[in-house]
């Protein structure tokens, strides 16, 4: 049986169990469980804290993970990202009040405060930087103005929390992270229970990523349009009984349908559909 860490709180938790039901894993019915087996799909669950994730997955007891890329770096556990997932995106960045600082080389002899002790050490001794790091459970926002530091380094998505403590990011961002999929360094990447699970995973980003698109156009205008819609492999082109039709079938990104759709009407192509893709295997 497969054994799978999963998210049991914050923001990564509420997407990942989406994702894991998109691809077709029974999910837990209520907040407070902390593991459960789908006997189906031969897989147990085991809901833990998001920080807590690398280190079970380093030590072996559980396969696979998924926490955020930032949670990975900071635990320092030994483990790798196999598969990044698209949600929970933010940058790690340093904030200060105005004309505290314009580079991490102003950081030298002043108190950073964060949660993510081991990226922000780990990004001062990098830069050669002699700072020190406070440690904050959350709400570290607030430390700048209690006097507890005189600069923060935190997870930045909206730039809403920074804006209402009246702080600003300075210097370069420290790192972009997203939730990730992780498993035990040099673990065996060809074990057929996680390469399904992987598969699944990336059946739902497709998914969620292209759309399918029909159209008809003229065999004269089948090169141009084709060059539209080049689809993952090749577009699937089938006879129309009206002789000089062909009926085309693609893939396209999501994001770009409505200006494809528009190019091709442009071009002469009719009959435009997209439709949605609910679940797929490259
Ligand atoms: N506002 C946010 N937008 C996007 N991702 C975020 C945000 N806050 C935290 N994250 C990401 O969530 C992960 C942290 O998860 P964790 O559950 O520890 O913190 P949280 O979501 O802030 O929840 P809480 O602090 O309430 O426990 C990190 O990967 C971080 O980058
Ligand atoms: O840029 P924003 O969109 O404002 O998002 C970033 C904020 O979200 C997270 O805080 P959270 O609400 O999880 O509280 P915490 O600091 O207690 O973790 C993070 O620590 C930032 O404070
Ligand atoms: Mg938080």
């Not at 008809?216 to 089948?222: G, P």
């Not at 492999?233 to 129309?240: A, F, G, I, Y």
């Amino acid at each position: 049986m497969l054994r799978i860490a999963v998210p049991n709180k914050g923001s990564l938790s509420g997407p990942a169990a989406e994702m894991l039901h998109e691809a077709g894993y029974q999910q837990r019915r209520e907040s407070k469980e902390l593991r459960i087996v789908d006997p189906v799909n031969e897989v147990e669950f085991f809901y833990l804290r998001p920080r807590d994730i690398a280190i079970y997955v380093a030590s072996g007891r559980l396969d696979v993970g998924i926490t955020g890329r930032d949670l990975l770096i900071d635990s320092g556990a030994d483990a790798e990202e196999i598969l990044p997932l698209g949600f929970a995106r933010s940058t790690f960045r340093f904030a200060a009040k105005p004309g505290t600082a314009n580079g991490v080389e102003d950081l030298k002899g002043k108190t950073v405060a964060t949660s993510y002790e081991g990226i922000v050490a780990g990004h001062l001794t990098d830069s050669g930087v002699d700072a020190s790091v406070v440690h904050l459970d959350g709400a570290v926002e607030t430390a700048i103005e209690l006097g507890v530091a005189e600069v923060i380094a935190d997870v930045v998505e909206t730039g809403t929390s920074l804006r209402n403590a009246g702080l600003e990011v300075f210097g370069e961002p420290i790192m972009k992270s997203e939730a990730i999929v992780i498993r035990r360094t040099g673990a065996d990447g060809e074990e057929p229970k996680v390469q399904q699970f992987l598969r699944r995973l990336q059946g739902v980003l497709v998914a969620r990523t292209y759309v399918m698109m029909d159209y008809d156009c003229r065999v004269e205008q089948l090169e141009k349009a084709v060059a539209l819609t080049p689809g993952l492999e090749s577009p699937t082109v089938s006879p129309l009984h009206n002789e000089g039709w062909v009926a085309v079938r693609a893939m396209v990104p999501a994001k770009e349908a409505q200006r494809i759709m528009d190019d091709l009407y442009a071009i002469g192509a009719r009959a435009i559909l997209t439709t949605a893709i609910h679940a797929c295997r490259l």
